[in-house]
């Protein structure tokens, strides 16, 4: 069974980082593209990021580039979204979604994923 599982958010203050992680179950990681999108009430969902499969190729929101990292641990199939020095408004549910078939152009779209996480809560404080 695939499955995406996110965890690792929480209330930190603004500047301040957290590490979000999503787990692949069943399948490697290495071969299913992970991305993260976040949603505040009463707003869609948003793209954050997105890690393609098979190697090391990101890409980021405007919103979060230069701020926000992926990376991958592929012995524990857990791909990694590091938020460093972040803002009031990065306050938000954070998904992590995956796909074995997503492409590049369509990345960006919530439909492009089959797998889901719980979404875990990041709130931050100014």
């Known amino acids: 069974e695939c499955s995406a599982a996110g965890v690792g958010g929480g209330l930190v203050q603004a500047g301040g980082s957290l590490r979000l992680s999503c787990a692949a179950s069943?399948?490697?990681?290495?071969?299913?593209?992970t991305a993260w999108f976040r949603q505040v009430p009463g707003k869609e969902r948003e793209f954050v990021a997105v890690?393609?499969?098979?190697?090391?190729?990101?890409y980021f929101a405007n919103s979060v580039k230069g701020r926000f990292a992926l990376s991958r641990d592929n012995a524990k199939n857990t791909v990694y979204l590091q938020m460093n020095s972040l803002k009031p408004e990065d306050t938000a549910v954070y998904y992590c979604?995956?796909?074995?078939?997503?492409?590049?152009?369509?990345?960006?779209?919530?439909?492009?994923?089959?797998?889901w996480g719980q979404g875990t809560q990041v709130t931050v404080s100014s």
């Open positions: 069943g399948r490697s990681s290495r071969t299913r593209t």
């Open positions: 979604a995956a796909s074995e078939t997503v492409i590049y152009s369509t990345a960006y779209r919530e439909s492009s994923y089959d797998y």
């Open positions: 890690a393609f499969r098979g190697g090391s190729t990101t």
